[in-house]
């Protein structure tokens, strides 16, 4: 597992006095009312301790120690957000922070092996994960679908019956 999880993306300098705006990657915006300091990187290389921060429709506005103006800013434009894993907002049970599926080996019920998890999409009511294997395909992240995930063994179950329902594969005839 990932020892830093990303929160969230700088989009822009938001005004002159150094301000960012930035897109949340996490369920709850409102986490980063309460952030310290967000690292620029996913080995914990560059803390930035957060001096403010405020949430506004979905977005959240960090003023950051060094950040001092919009040039600074504007050099942050697109740089991933960090926290360590133990500053990472909890989960409730069977939700799983996107950093630790991302590369799971996925199987069926009968164990053969359909791939690796690639990619999560938040769509909206569903997150919807792309399997990359001898056919790559994407699905909604059903309970029905999903019969176990293992985060410690980087292992994903997947009920074949469900997926012949709501799968997609990109090589359908």
């Given at each position: 597992?990932?020892?830093?999880?990303?929160?969230?993306?700088?989009?822009?300098?938001?005004?002159?006095?150094?301000?960012?705006?930035?897109?949340?990657?996490?369920?709850?915006?409102?986490?980063?009312?309460?952030?310290?300091?967000?690292?620029?990187?996913?080995?914990?290389?560059?803390?930035?301790?957060?001096?403010?921060a405020r949430t506004r429709e979905g977005y959240a506005y960090l003023s950051l120690a060094g950040v001092e103006d919009r040039d600074a800013a504007e050099a942050l434009r697109g740089r991933e957000?960090?926290?360590?894993?133990?500053?990472?907002?909890?989960l409730p049970e069977g939700r799983y922070y996107i950093a630790d599926l991302i590369g799971m080996q996925v199987v069926d019920e009968a164990g053969r092996e359909l791939g690796r998890l690639a990619d999560v999409m938040q769509a909206g009511g569903n997150d919807v994960y792309e399997v990359r294997g001898k056919r790559t395909f994407r699905f909604p992240a059903l309970k029905r679908a999903l019969r176990a995930v293992d985060v410690e063994g980087a292992r994903m179950e997947l009920d074949s019956a469900a997926l012949s329902e709501i799968a997609v594969y990109d090589d359908a005839d």
């Open positions: 597992m990932k020892e830093y999880l990303m929160i969230g993306q700088v989009i822009k300098p938001q005004g002159v006095r150094g301000e960012i705006k930035v897109l949340p990657l996490t369920d709850d915006p409102e986490r980063f009312l309460d952030l310290a300091r967000v690292f620029l990187d996913e080995t914990g290389g560059e803390a930035l301790a957060v001096r403010a957000l960090f926290v360590p894993r133990a500053e990472a907002a909890p």
